[in-house]
């Protein structure tokens, strides 16, 4: 019933453990399948995810819209749930989902809490309960039918950045958007590079040029000027 799919670039480090993660916590066996979409990566982020059964594709265009768009494309599922690599959601998540959408929610999302236990971060990731579009990002994963997605047109992938934010504030015209009051595990790992308070900043930046219409080239250039990564 359910198409998962994790865009991915130069993920080996943490591709397969989430992939097994998402078996594991799949208690009911609604996974359709899982699929990786690769945005051309240079290490071992293919093999690693081909181990473990999930269908490997390469998107012709890099970035996570076009990468996700690309997935839901060859997806079989009636439900798509989108999840970042570094990312694992909760036990019992897909029976969750499927509950969701059954009370009439065509997409939603969970908390989310990082595996760094640093009050600054236990704070923010409070926030994401609430419906309120600025706590809505991508590492808190996405479920939507495929009905509903392919009525948005998918991912807008003129967005580099805060693709998520973009759909979700379509979506919610379309459906009714739900928060499952149980977290996904997220890596802190821009945070541990950048520092905690810095790296929140950054994000509060971003979001607020967003919000005021900044281009994406704009905010694309900030974001590599300001945050030590390799992922855009």
Request: proline share 2%; with cysteine.
């Amino acid at each position: 019933m359910i198409s998962v799919i994790i865009p991915a670039y130069n993920e080996e480090k943490y591709i397969g453990e989430t992939i097994r993660q998402l078996r594991e916590r799949d208690s009911n066996n609604l996974i359709t399948e899982i699929i990786v979409s690769d945005g051309g990566s240079t290490d071992n982020t293919l093999t690693e995810a081909g181990d473990t059964g999930a269908l490997t594709i390469v998107a012709a265009i890099k970035g996570r819209a076009a990468q996700m768009n690309y997935g839901a494309s060859v997806a079989k599922g009636m439900i798509l749930y989108f999840l970042h690599a570094d990312t694992v959601p909760p036990y019992g998540f897909t029976n969750d989902i499927i509950n969701a959408i059954n009370n009439n929610y065509g997409a939603g999302c969970f908390m989310i809490v990082f595996d760094l236990a640093h009050w600054f971060l236990k704070a923010n990731c409070w926030f994401t309960r609430f419906d309120i579009n600025a706590f809505r990002f991508g590492d808190q994963s996405l479920f939507v039918t495929k009905e509903i997605f392919q009525k948005t047109g998918g991912f807008d992938e003129t967005h580099i950045v805060l693709e998520d934010q973009e759909i979700i504030r379509r979506l919610k015209k379309l459906c009714r958007f739900g928060i499952i009051k149980k977290p996904v595990v997220t890596s802190a790992r821009k945070y541990l590079v950048n520092g905690i308070y810095k790296m929140q900043g950054i994000f509060f930046i971003i979001y607020f040029m967003y919000r005021f219409g900044y281009s994406q080239e704009k905010l694309v250039n900030i974001y590599r000027q300001l945050v030590k990564q390799d992922k855009l």
